[in-house]
Every structure is written in C-alpha cells, then in structure tokens.
C-alpha cells in the first residue's frame, strides 16, 4: 500500500512538472510575441533643407548643399544598433555628392533623427549636357538617397535585421532661390 502511495506521489508530481514546464513553455513563447520580438524601425525623411549660397549663368557657377534629415523609430524592447548612413545626391543619374554620418545606436522605444549635409559637386553638375536646358527651364532636378543599416537584438536570442532607405526628388529653383522636395521611405527586413 505504501508503495502505491509513493509511486501516486511520484507519478502526481511528474505530471506536475511537466504541466509546470508546458505552461512555463507557453508563458515565454507569448511573452516573445508580445514583448521581446525585435520589430523593424520605422523611417520617415522628415526634411529636405537646401542652401544655395551661389548661382551665376556667365560663367556658370553653383554653390549648392543639401540636408535630408532621416527620423528613425524604434518600436522594439531593444536598442537598435546601425552602421553609418550615406547619403548620395544625383543630378539626371550622375552622382554629384555624398556624405557619410557616424554610426550609432536607438534606444528602445525611441526616435532619433539622422543624416548629414552634402555638398553638390558643382563642376560635375555645370559640365552636364542637361545644365543648360535645366537653367533655362529655371529648375535643377536632384536625387538624394540616404541608406542605413541596422540590427536590433533582444537578450542576444531574438533578432532582426533592417536596411532603410529615403529617397528624394529635390527641385532647386535656382532664380528664386527655393526649392520643393518630395520623399518616399522604404525599409527591408532581411
């Protein structure tokens, strides 16, 4: 009779355990989805300054810089960890500036606004066969694309990998001195 007891208890406590491991299982497999599961950033370039410090036909000269700043949102548990963000600037294809800004890091459940101002090339874009034209319509057309790349990790396990990108159509007016922007933001999970 003892031992029948004492195999009940054992059994009973098995069973136990086991219940105990399946919804311990079940807790951290909710709290995963839940809480910890990296999420990609959210990107939006939120704006596009430009300076024109000089324009000239005769001889033709340009002094020209660009800005796009880039607000990145964590939404994860996790910090969000990125490598250097390059922006490229160009004119009808051809590349005419690029900057690089540092790499750096997002707290979670944080926003942080990055990107660096270029400096166009203004040789490159003065020997184009397009300058002319463009001059005489009154509006110079730009590219300007910022990319970066990132990761977020929670407790080293979860992990999810990001490429941004926000590109832009820069119109510089160059008689009136303005300018008009339009953005699109785009990010990949790899």
């Not at 160009?90 to 900057?99: C, F, N």
């Not at 002319?132 to 979860?158: H, I, Q, S, W």
């Amino acid at each position: 009779m003892a031992r029948i007891k004492k195999k009940a208890a054992v059994i009973c406590c098995c069973a136990l355990l086991a219940a105990s491991l399946l919804l311990g299982a079940a807790l951290a497999t909710s709290l995963y989805f839940l809480l910890l599961r990296p999420h990609p950033p959210r990107v939006v370039a939120t704006a596009v300054e430009t300076q024109l410090a000089a324009f000239t036909i005769l001889p033709p000269a340009l002094n020209f810089s660009l800005a796009v700043a880039v607000t990145v949102h964590n939404p994860s548990h996790a910090p969000f960890r990125y490598g250097a963000v390059v922006t490229a600037v160009t004119y009808h294809g051809a590349a005419v500036g690029r900057s690089v800004a540092p790499a750096g890091k997002i707290p979670a459940r944080s926003a942080r606004t990055v990107g660096a101002r270029v400096r166009v090339d203004a040789a490159r874009v003065t020997l184009s066969r397009h300058y002319v034209v463009d001059v005489v319509a009154g509006a110079l057309p730009f590219e300007a694309k910022t990319a970066m790349a990132g990761k977020a990790a929670a407790l080293r396990l979860f992990r999810v990998s990001a490429d941004a990108e926000a590109s832009c159509s820069v119109i510089l007016y160059t008689f009136r001195r303005e300018s008009s922007s339009h953005c699109t933001s785009m990010v990949r999970v790899t």
